[in-house]
Nanobody, 122 residues
């Protein structure tokens, strides 16, 4: 089992920045691919970003490319999502997830956090 706890979500003005954190405990964090997903009201959960176990490769959804950066610190068992130039359409609950394969598909991730709310106002 891997337990994931997200933090850092809050109300922020458009154009601002936030850094989300996801702290992991349980099984060896550095073995897992980590992903960030988000879900807005009335919408399906969507892929945001993913990073491989050693942090050397990452992947982003088109809407966030150039604005968001995913990173991880395996010594701290934590994955981050730096979000810059935030837009109202970034408003959602953000979830981190851990999986054994490289994927943008949420159903391929095995462990999920409880989510953290990000609200961007204009």
């Amino acid at each position: 089992q891997v337990q994931l706890v997200e933090s850092g979500g809050r109300l922020v003005q458009a154009g601002g920045s936030l850094r989300l954190s996801c702290a992991a405990s349980g099984r060896t964090f550095s073995n897992y691919f980590m992903g960030w997903f988000r879900q807005a009201p009335g919408k399906e959960r969507e892929f945001v970003a993913a990073i491989n176990p050693n942090g050397g490769s990452n992947q982003y959804a088109d809407p966030v490319k150039g604005r968001f950066t995913i990173s991880r610190d395996n010594a701290k068992n934590t994955v981050y999502l730096q979000m810059n130039s935030l837009k109202p359409e970034d408003t959602a609950v953000y979830y981190c997830a851990a999986g054994s394969v490289w994927s943008a598909r949420p159903n391929l991730y095995e462990y999920w956090g409880q989510g953290t709310q990000v609200t961007v106002f204009s």
